[in-house]
């Protein structure tokens, strides 16, 4: 007996049922932040004047920025790359998975090169409460980052084998990939300002 729902809408909630499991995982993601930006902005109230700014003066903002502008490409290419598969363009998929990867590569790379500079210079997350949440956010969302890789590289090799049996149910798995990668993009759009900029 086949599962319903996974390329058909669900006549109760009008999406089909891997779209609904998504947007659900990613409310308790949304609460999995949410509560760690809320200790942020606690303990930056409770720090003394100044404090987390003059702590963050290590921080290398131009780093951050292109971190920024890659994970904004890779949304991007995320988004290209499904609707490559919407308009049966299979060769275009691939090639539009391959550079998301590469996006999500870079940032991995410029990450490990910014958390490098802070230990060459003795700074660890027992260094200050900054740093503290400095690596508890980062270092949260770098793990998210290589958990939509996998993913990511898992549809774009082995499993991409499903467009030729199943196509929209194919398709529909990299909407779904694709919203968890849009929200991992999002949640680095909130943290650069915040731990970078302000």
Request: proline residues 4%; charged residues 10%; hydrophobic residues 50%.
């Amino acid at each position: 007996m086949e599962i319903p729902y996974i390329v058909d809408e669900r006549p109760d909630t009008g999406i089909y049922n891997a779209k609904l499991g998504i947007w659900l995982f990613l409310a308790s993601e949304v609460m999995l932040f949410g509560g760690l930006f809320s200790s942020y902005v606690f303990l930056r109230l409770g720090a003394p004047v100044g404090a987390f700014h003059e702590w963050g003066q290590e921080l290398n903002i131009p780093l951050a920025t292109l971190n920024t502008l890659i994970l904004i490409s890779s949304s991007m290419t995320m988004v290209m790359s499904w609707v490559s598969l919407k308009m049966n363009d299979f060769k275009k998929f691939k090639l539009y998975m391959a550079l998301t990867l590469l996006c999500a590569l870079c940032f991995l790379v410029i990450k490990y090169l910014e958390y490098s500079a802070k230990i060459h210079h003795h700074i660890y997350p027992s260094t200050n409460t900054f740093y503290a949440i400095y690596f508890t956010l980062t270092g949260l969302h770098g793990l998210h980052i290589i958990g939509g890789m996998v993913v990511l590289f898992y549809l774009w090799v082995p499993g991409s084998n499903m467009w030729k049996i199943k196509p929209e149910q194919f398709t529909n798995r990299i909407e779904i990939v694709g919203l968890y990668w849009h929200f991992v993009d999002l949640v680095w759009i909130f943290l650069f300002p915040i731990l970078y900029l302000l």
